[in-house]
């Protein structure tokens, strides 16, 4: 169930806030007269939806790349050319 407090709050409970959105890596919602107004969360509850966010955009691309065209690459071919791809600029940043 989301937490939901008076954006008054935010000033009033700061501290009380911050252990929260820590501890349960959750938002808190707050409220400016009886409306929604703005959500608070930890800086690695947010990093954790834009990674999810980007992620799911990624594989949305991916699947409309893959209704668009019939080549199919195995997992040898992909993974060979990672491997390569990673030894290209390990060599890069080595010289």
């Known amino acids: 169930m989301p937490l939901i407090r008076p954006v008054s709050d935010l ?3 700061f501290a009380d806030i911050s252990r929260v959105v ?3 890596s959750e938002p808190v919602f707050l409220t400016k007269n009886g409306y ?3 959500v608070v969360m930890s800086i690695e ?3 954790r939806k ?3 966010s980007e992620l799911c955009f990624k ?3 991916a699947e409309l790349e893959a209704k668009s065209t019939d080549v199919r690459y195995s997992h ?3 993974f060979s050319d990672l491997r390569k791809n990673i030894a290209d600029k ?3 940043d080595n010289a």
Do not use: C, I, P, W
Request: glycine share 4%; no cysteine.
């Open 36 to 38: 929604g107004d703005m």
């Open 45 to 47: 509850a947010y990093e």
């Open 22 to 24: 820590h501890e349960t």
């Open 59 to 61: 594989l949305k691309e």
């Open 11 to 13: 000033r009033n409970n």
């Open 90 to 92: 390990v060599s890069k």
């Open 76 to 78: 040898e071919e992909v």
């Open 50 to 52: 834009q990674f999810e």
